[in-house]
């Protein structure tokens, strides 16, 4: 069952109430949610976000915080999807994936990333393994965007101990994917160091050695994209974080720094973002702690704000709104 979503802002609620008095009796099932601008998310906790552009659609995958108030710590056990025809109506689908389908983790369910190739869709989330000490990333695998996902390898994709350039546990973080146009796909990822390595077409296997890119005050959170010929690796950078980018017209760089794009999203000590360009228009995606008063970095919440380029292809700096974006069309 689903309710369309209609502004204004009080036909809105009375949806969002009606879905809330029947969701009970609707387990499994998409569930639209009220549009109220920023943050676009506010029935749960949501952070780190990525977004996927398929078919005229948006699908936004997050984690989920579910640490109680007040609590100060991540509590993470799996990740959300929601999707949307316009960046301005959401709807929530099932929960797709959650750590337990990596048989070979312990917990935590942070930062991931999906994208489609070859009728399939491809997960990459940073998890801590159970065997080899520190963060490791897995992949998952679905023949839907909404999944439901599942271990693609029975192993971990990357290890602690594959990694050496950064000295702590959990350098191994914040997956990003991108495939340029000749077809070869590139993973990029870490804190404190930032590493990169060529995926094979099965893109569930490394293709080569893993490199390291040196970027000014690298914290975490890459993700790169591509638009009018330039890629762009935006990044976290500092603590509390801001986000700061380089450009760079091949993946293996060299990257030269632009400086910062988005500044401290508020009451969040980090930042996350995701990037995208549909229906003619681009949007930069992030968490802050717009929604929770008490413990914002271990509860937030996901917004949208619009993203402009210069003629010379850099990025204006993101302003962050608390009315969001209008409907794309």
């Given at each position: 069952?689903?309710?369309?979503?209609?502004?204004?802002?009080?036909?809105?609620?009375?949806?969002?109430?009606?879905?809330?008095?029947?969701?009970?009796?609707?387990?499994?099932?998409?569930?639209?949610?009220?549009?109220?601008?920023?943050?676009?998310?506010?029935?749960?906790?949501?952070?780190?976000?990525?977004?996927?552009?398929?078919?005229?659609?948006?699908?936004?995958?997050?984690?989920?915080?579910?640490?109680?108030?007040?609590?100060?710590?991540?509590?993470?056990?799996?990740?959300?999807?929601?999707?949307?025809?316009?960046?301005?109506?959401?709807?929530?689908?099932?929960?797709?994936?959650?750590?337990?389908?990596?048989?070979?983790?312990?917990?935590?369910?942070?930062?991931?990333?999906?994208?489609?190739?070859?009728?399939?869709?491809?997960?990459?989330?940073?998890?801590?393994?159970?065997?080899?000490?520190?963060?490791?990333?897995?992949?998952?695998?679905?023949?839907?965007?909404?999944?439901?996902?599942?271990?693609?390898?029975?192993?971990?994709?990357?290890?602690?101990?594959?990694?050496?350039?950064?000295?702590?546990?959990?350098?191994?973080?914040?997956?990003?994917?991108?495939?340029?146009?000749?077809?070869?796909?590139y993973l990029f990822?870490?804190?404190?160091?930032?590493?990169?390595?060529?995926?094979?077409?099965?893109?569930?296997?490394?293709?080569?050695?893993?490199?390291?890119i040196k970027l000014?005050?690298?914290?975490?959170?890459?993700?790169?994209?591509?638009?009018?010929?330039?890629?762009?690796?935006?990044?976290?950078?500092?603590?509390?974080?801001?986000?700061?980018?380089?450009?760079?017209?091949?993946?293996?760089?060299?990257?030269?720094?632009?400086?910062?794009?988005?500044?401290?999203?508020?009451?969040?000590?980090?930042?996350?973002?995701?990037?995208?360009?549909?229906?003619?228009?681009?949007?930069?995606?992030?968490?802050?702690?717009?929604v929770n008063t008490?413990?914002?970095?271990?509860?937030?919440?996901?917004?949208?704000?619009?993203?402009?380029?210069?003629?010379?292809?850099?990025?204006?700096?993101?302003?962050?709104?608390?009315?969001?974006?209008?409907?794309?069309?």
């Amino acid at each position: 069952m689903t309710i369309p979503i209609f502004r204004p802002a009080a036909q809105a609620l009375f949806a969002g109430l009606l879905l809330a008095a029947v969701a009970p009796a609707l387990p499994g099932l998409a569930q639209a949610l009220p549009a109220a601008g920023n943050p676009i998310i506010r029935n749960k906790y949501t952070a780190d976000p990525a977004a996927l552009v398929h078919n005229g659609t948006v699908y936004l995958y997050a984690g989920h915080d579910e640490a109680p108030a007040p609590e100060q710590r991540y509590v993470m056990h799996e990740w959300l999807c929601y999707s949307s025809p316009d960046m301005v109506t959401w709807t929530e689908h099932p929960s797709p994936l959650n750590v337990k389908a990596f048989a070979w983790a312990k917990d935590d369910a942070w930062a991931s990333q999906v994208i489609a190739r070859n009728g399939k869709f491809y997960w990459y989330a940073a998890v801590e393994h159970g065997a080899v000490p520190g963060k490791a990333i897995g992949v998952a695998v679905s023949d839907s965007p909404t999944g439901p996902f599942k271990d693609a390898r029975g192993t971990a994709l990357v290890t602690n101990d594959m990694t050496t350039v950064a000295k702590i546990f959990w350098d191994d973080i914040d997956p990003t994917v991108i495939i340029d146009k000749t077809g070869q796909a590139y993973l990029f990822w870490g804190n404190s160091a930032c590493y990169y390595a060529k995926l094979k077409p099965n893109m569930t296997e490394l293709d080569g050695p893993i490199q390291t890119i040196k970027l000014p005050a690298f914290t975490e959170a890459p993700w790169v994209h591509q638009h009018n010929g330039w890629y762009y690796l935006s990044y976290a950078t500092g603590f509390p974080e801001k986000i700061a980018y380089a450009m760079s017209r091949s993946l293996e760089g060299p990257w030269v720094y632009k400086g910062i794009l988005n500044e401290l999203a508020g009451n969040s000590n980090t930042n996350h973002q995701a990037i995208i360009d549909f229906k003619g228009k681009s949007y930069f995606v992030y968490h802050n702690g717009g929604v929770n008063t008490d413990g914002g970095s271990f509860r937030r919440s996901v917004c949208v704000d619009n993203l402009f380029y210069n003629k010379d292809g850099t990025m204006k700096r993101v302003v962050m709104t608390s009315e969001g974006v209008q409907p794309a069309k």
